[in-house]
């Protein structure tokens, strides 16, 4: 089983960057087809961010994030990352990040298109 591990969470201004990271441990990410990010914020249901295709020849995005956030992977260092940019006070949230061995054209967007899970990473943006 792989074990998911979220890093790059923090406190920012409106406006500002982050990049999270989402490492694979105990097995490589290529055993896996599809890696998503995600996130919660309180009283919310998780929702979808991000995905990528391990292949790489693949992404798509929420519109809520589009042209905002970026999604890539780095297969020799065995981590994908979600680089967020122009960041505002509603993408604070828990961020999580999943994988999944399904085969798809495109990466899920559901929770339940993703069967491993990390710990997630507090983003938190101020006004």
């Known amino acids: 089983q792989v074990q998911l591990v979220e890093s790059g969470g923090g406190l920012v201004q409106a406006g500002g960057s982050l990049r999270l990271s989402c490492a694979a441990s105990?097995?490589?990410?290529?055993?896996?087809?599809?890696v998503g990010w995600f996130r919660q914020a309180p009283g919310k249901e998780r929702e979808f961010v991000a995905g990528?295709?391990?292949?790489?020849?693949?992404?798509n995005y929420a519109d809520s994030v589009k042209g905002r956030f970026t999604i890539s992977r780095d297969s020799a260092r065995n981590t994908v990352y979600l680089q967020m940019n122009s960041l505002k006070p509603e993408d604070t949230a828990v961020y999580y990040c999943?994988?999944?061995?399904?085969?798809?054209?495109?990466?899920?967007?559901?929770?339940?298109?993703?069967?491993?899970w990390g710990q997630g990473t507090q983003v938190t943006v101020s006004s």
């Open positions: 990528i295709r391990w292949s790489g020849d693949s992404t």
């Open positions: 999943a994988a999944d061995r399904r085969w798809r054209v495109v990466p899920g967007q559901t929770p339940g298109d993703y069967t491993n």
């Open positions: 105990g097995r490589a990410f290529t055993t896996y087809t599809t």
